[in-house]
């Protein structure tokens, strides 16, 4: 019997071939027949495999595609998504995005890395499972929805509208990745977002700016009102804002010590002199993990011209403002608390617009799909793995690890620093994709042997 390797590199040019299918297809939001052209094309590969199909339907939602396959008490859901990111500055990329190229042993193509890589690697895993070792001794729940990339509005909706269809023993997430020095990377959680808009207008129309000695300024109203939402060493001022913060347990804080972090190489990379309150050590480890943010992501307002000088007073003035929270706080009363906090220091005149709305959550490191997930590492990489709490980025993973209650962990997937996902030039190494088809079978493997 051929090893698990040795299939996949057997069927390798089939694999890419599947890969390159995937990338061609322009599943972006607002194309719908492209959309559901990719539905199809995930609808036809799982049925292919034997899987009993269904859509998840809800409202006008791209449809989520669920296939079913194995048997078997014990049950994993796998979530994966078809949609992506839009292509542009189209002019930055080197090759045309839905045009997957091949490149120094890389792949080329929009989607190939957030998320189709791991898609296609986990449907080829399924197909290499099956070759070895006949059905999957566990039933397999394979969802993929179409929404992830503006925010999965409609997912939670959908999990708890087919709650009982999607109900299993754990969870395999999206994929993380693979870290710059080769190590597979594990997560069991991520941060929530609360992404707004404030907005003043102060005047009727822009003024000439001589006019600022009698007329009140909406751009300095915002600035003052910006001052009082975070001080310099980065604590969120925001009343009530850590209220419900759960910090890192002593387990927590062991993960991490044990967690490669090169503070100075990303220091250096980043080019900046020291982090955020002078952080250091353990100290920014943690910080990086469990800490909330108040980020200001962008400033709308005036005379933006660079190199060019014109006086004006602007009428209004427009910001962006993504939170990133952590357990357990809840994006509608960090929105409420926003509000108040405007509210109480005059400044009910400012608007808030709200946009992504995600909660933060966390699934035990010790549960069995995640121990799966780990022991199979050492089955396919040669790195041991760099095990952290939970992502420091945003996924749609609550309804699933906190509504639903399965344990999930996102395991490692194709994506690597260089990947570019959401850039110009996404892109992940045809290694890489091999490796986590073969990920793929162990983690099943395990899955289905481990003792509870
Ligand atoms: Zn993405």
New binding site residues.
Partial sequence: MPTARELVEQNKDRYLGWLTEACSIQSLDGQPDELAKMAKWVEDKLSGLGAAMSRLTYESAPDAILGVLGSGDRSVLIYDHYDV?PVDPIELWKSSPFTPEIRDDKLYARGCA??KGDLVARLAGLEVYKELYGEPPVTVKFLVEGE??TGSESFERITTQYREELAADGCIWEGMGIDHVGRPELVFGAKGLAYVELYYRGLAEDQHSSIAVIAPSPVWHMIEALSTLRSPGGEVLIDGFYDAVVGATEDDMKLLEELPFEAEAERERMGIESFVGDATDLELVRRYYFEPTCNIAGIVSGFTVPGASKTVLPKEILVKIDMRLVPNQDPDDIVAKLRKHLDSRGFSDIGINRFSNEHPVRSPSDSLIARAALAACSDVFEEKPAVSPMMIGTGPMYPVASTLGIPTVSPAGICRPDSN??APNENCRIDDFLHIIEYTVAWLKRFGELEE
Avoid: L, W
């Fill in positions: 990111q957030d998320n992830e990339e996902i959401h």
